[in-house]
């Protein structure tokens, strides 16, 4: 490889790297905040079991042949 060829590989390496560092800070911002975020910190914890909840009375319905919604 010629030195101009090293050069020029070496500056499109730079940039690219330079890019990968802005597109991760713009992800970190928009995903800042995200529901993963939340439910780890317990926003969610009070209604855990309404999931549960929802599944059982969707099973008795169709159990009893009526609408699952």
Not at 13 to 37: H, I, N, W, Y
Not at 50 to 63: N, T
Request: a positive charge; glycine letters at 8%.
């Amino acid at each position: 490889m010629t030195e101009a060829a090293r050069k020029v590989a070496q500056q499109t390496e730079e940039r690219l790297e330079e890019v990968a560092k802005s597109v991760r800070e713009r992800f970190d911002r928009v995903t800042e905040g995200s529901f993963t975020d939340k439910a780890k910190s317990g926003k969610f914890a009070d209604q855990a079991d309404h999931g549960v909840d929802q599944r059982r009375d969707e099973a008795r319905r169709r159990k009893q042949g009526g609408p699952e919604h």
